[in-house]
């Protein structure tokens, strides 16, 4: 049976599996916590249980085998013949993960390809109950030899790809880089260069499945590389390890039962970067609180069928069409004053209510509860931890928080990044976390909550947080700012240097082209969602990264400025206040004016100068509005000349001509039927600031 | 007037693909779904209807405790819809012992390789469960019943009649409503029982090894799944594997077992006929056949064979029946030396031979 797309059954299909799905991770994840849950184990199995079925109906036959050998195992744990352990789980995990992968070629009309025959095997002898695990010989070839002298190539036995292969799969298919199980942080030379050797398999690269870049890395400065030097390596070895799920590799696990080792099986495969050592290896045990009022642990019953299918674009053109009814409202709106008539003023009155009613409404189809990427974490999470030993407790707060459904598609990304670095770079080691009486398990908080008109999120740890010398000295060193400039950043602006462009990135030659991870990026990301990203530090006792995003990217409130009868709006949620300022009494520091408000310097940016015919050069204004706006954790003061007021815009695309002017989120039609550009402030910034 | 249905199972998607299927036939009408066990119990107790088609695996309420609900409070026929799983058929079993009174696998191509045919076969099973015979037979699970009236006063077998029977090979032959006779019957025979036991039950690959395995343990004689060379033992019953056919084959003086592949001619894997008509030909007249509740014809003309030789046919009785058909097929031939209702063969057959 081919994979036809157009077919109802099969979409209804794609729906129902795919929210099984993705429920299954979130429970394999809280699995590991409660193994001993019946219900929950009950649930999990019902949940292959049914994908099975559904794919059975279609003939997706590799799904099927897929599932049904879950299925199994699932049914010998809850009938109590074997328990949950770890290699146990990772085996479950990856299952998921290829599960995953045959539905999304599903999803692009394809029919995927059998999971690999090792894996399948490996899966069944999990199914059967453990008293009989004896029985079996060892089913795996101990390939537990890997080490990094061996580097086999162009063979789907490489164990090292498949290692890195599962575990980038874990850490999300999407983006991510994945931190191969590094025994320490820190890495001598040699064994560094052994790494390179073993993941290039001494020039070659394995069966073309993944291009490996071809790194060219300075060597290093010293002896040591740090963890963000090792780690960008690496972003660049895995390049765009795009996990084709067309040929799942998976990691064979060896089926030492018999021997009871918690060992992480994952761990001992991975390219030795120590000399082969028998540690007995403590399991990091991530925990998985959900603060949120939690669901049922019993699957969620199916989707019930009083919902329909809609198309998005459908949602966005109606999204398109209550933005015109805004900005007639808008005009009705001016208008008003000057019609005096009461009838007309009640009625424009009503018509606003409805509108605002309406927009909200409509507002509200395309949100989703930020639980969709929220679900994520917790496996992200809990790779990581193993992986790296680390011992971190992931809480999920405000899970049920809405936002629009490109917001939480957009989101997506660049959370995981962030999460992804709280636990890389923020959260000790358990060891150092004892050692300086912090508990041994470190905690990872990720909190939505909706403020007003915008969304807040924050990724908060109680890791070793930033030290603001360190990243001063970075910065001065790669050159991105001057020494004098650099001494006079407050902490906090220190801990924001990390969102620089070229601050994170080591590689002189090549880019991490496709995978476009670094903190810069997250920060364009959410720049372009009209957001802004900070982060503020303790060092020794953790950091917080706070995102602010407006609830809905089409309509968005604004500050309204007029300069020589042109007109131009800030988005309000960046506006700080305004001021009223006596202009001649500004300073000049490092060539740039700035005015001294309460003691602090306040850049200031004459805007007429930037965007006004005419007017680039300027006389200095006597006074002036200064709208304050801001950046980050950077005030910028604008001057302009007139101030209009607040006012909601709908966001109109300046359309592919004007694409490349710098500095505009949009334009729109102010009340009184103007056209009005709306401002980018980062994006002014960029292009203009000196 | 159409049969109505009601569907049962906790995926949505399946739910509406047997809605789908069904509804295709005129004869049935799916008045309502269920997605599990509770609402099941609930929807069926509100809107009565013909017959259920029942998933097992479900949240909230299994499909065995729904059985088991639904044939207490409102009994009605049940259908399950099994998964070929080893822990599906064990289910299924679980399931037709609490009162569902018969079983389908869930995937679709085990019924058929032909989607069309599968999805036709369904609809047909349907509806012959939700006629309204099937009903009143459902209204007590066969077990229930027969345990608590001491003697069924059908067609008494003589004990006489009995003592003078000498068999040397015994055939229970069942279909719908089978599985559950047939435990009835094994677990009442002892260990010493003297005969060989061939059983032929219509049933899928993928079940009959759990069926045997689940006869094994609950009865006394040995009960196996049978291959290829088994010899026939006394106090030993072979079951036919499902998708297969079960013939005897003498091998010099040996008379043993072979399970062949089925010929396009065989309605049923394994087909009672089949089995029948190669028993008639290597032990004639020597023969004692049980045919037991089952749906359609199979075994009417082996034991018209088996009759030519003077080997005896026992029917069973249509009150103790779930579905009527195969007896009343041998019956109607004039076939059925006697008529017994289930809860009597048993005790009969531990007659036998004196």
Redesign the interface.
Known sequence: MSIDLDDE?LQ??LV??GEIVELLGEQLVELEQSPEDYDLL??I??GF??V???A??L?IDPLVNLC?AA??VF?VLRKGERKVNSSLMDVILQVVDIVNDMMALVRSGEMPEAADEELIRTIRTYAKPESEDEKEGAIEAEEEKATATTTTQASSEDPVEKDFEAMLAAAQAEDNVSKPVAESDDITEDEFEDLLDTLHGKGGAPKGEKKSETSVVKEPASGDITEDEFEDLLDQMHGKGKFGSATPTPTPVSEDESESKPASKIKEKAPKVEPEVSKPVKEPVPAVNKKAPAEKK??T?????TSIRVDTQRLDDIMNMVGELVLVRNRLERLKAQIDNENVSEAIANLDVVTADLQFAVMKTRMQPIKKVFGRFPRVIRDMARAMKKEINLELVGEETDLDKNLVEALADPLVHLVRNSADHGIEMPDDREAAGKPRVGRVILTASQEGDHIELTIEDDGKGMNADFLRTKVIEKGLMEAEAAARLSDKECYNLIFMPGFSTKDVISDVSGRGVGMDVVKTRISQMNGIVEVDSIEGKGSRIIIKVPLTLAIMPTLMVGMEGQFFAFPLASVVEILDLDLDKTNTIDGREVVIVRDQALPLVHLKRWLVNGFYQGDEPVKGHVVVVAIGSQHIGFVVDQLVGQEEVVIKPLGAKLEEVKGLAGATITGDGKIALILDVPGLMKSYAA | MATRVLVVD?????R??IAQILNVEPGLEVIGMA??GQEAVSKTAKLHPDVITMDV????MDGITAVKEIMLRTPCPILMFS?S???GAKSTLDALEAGAVDFLP????QIDHNREKAESLLRLRVKEIGRKGGRQRAKEPVLVKNLSKPETKKSPIQSRHVSNLHPQLLVIAASTGGPVAIQKVLTELPANFPLPVLLVQHMPANFTPSFAERLDRLCNIDVKEAEEGDRLKPGVAFLAPGGKQMVLKKVGSQVSVEIRDSYESENYQPCVDTTLESVAKLLPGKVLTVVLTGMGADGREGSRQLKKDGSTIWAQDEQSCTVYGMPKAVADAGLVDNVVGLADIGKALVQLNG
Request: hydrophobic letters at 35%; glycine letters at 8%; proline letters at 8%.
């Open positions: 059954i209804d299909f129902e599996a009950n649930a199995f019902r249980h049914t099975k079925g559904g059975g109906f003939a049904h299925e199994d049914d019993a699957a019953p199916p989707p019930a069928e | 906790d995926s949505g998607f399946i509406r693909r997605s599990n695996e479900m949240p909230v998964s799983t080893k822990a869930k995937e679709l191509d």
